[in-house]
């Protein structure tokens, strides 16, 4: 049974971190592209990053420079750290795992920035 179980969200001030946790099982983690996408209220959902199984990354513009990608193949694990977060940043935040025609999904983790 293919799981993504995403953990790590919360609320933080502006300027805060946090770091997401996206622990998979159920598929062979490491042969899949791994990805963040996030929802905000009354938005569609975006790509804020990925990475391959290579372990190249992608980051969407906004949060360039703020947010890191990292995956761990011996954890079935990725991650999503975010630095220098701001009210924008505020969204539900879903794992993606991706490979061919399979497309799994966590069920997401609320971030919300605010003072």
């Known amino acids: 049974q293919v799981q993504l179980v995403e953990s790590g969200g919360g609320l933080v001030q502006p300027g805060g971190s946090l770091r997401l946790s996206c622990a998979a099982s159920?598929?062979?983690?490491?042969?899949?592209?791994m990805r963040w996408y996030r929802q905000a209220p009354g938005a569609e959902r975006e790509l804020v990053a990925d990475i391959t199984t290579a372990s190249s990354t992608y980051y969407t513009g906004p949060v360039k420079g703020r947010f890191t990608i990292s995956r761990d193949n011996a954890k079935n694990t990725v991650y999503l750290q975010m630095n220098s977060l701001k009210p924008e940043d505020t969204a539900v935040y879903y794992c993606?795992?991706?490979?061919?025609?399979?497309?799994?999904w966590g069920q997401g983790t609320q971030v919300t920035v605010s003072s």
């Open positions: 993606n795992a991706r490979k061919s025609t399979d497309d799994y």
């Open positions: 159920g598929f062979t983690f490491s042969r899949y592209v």
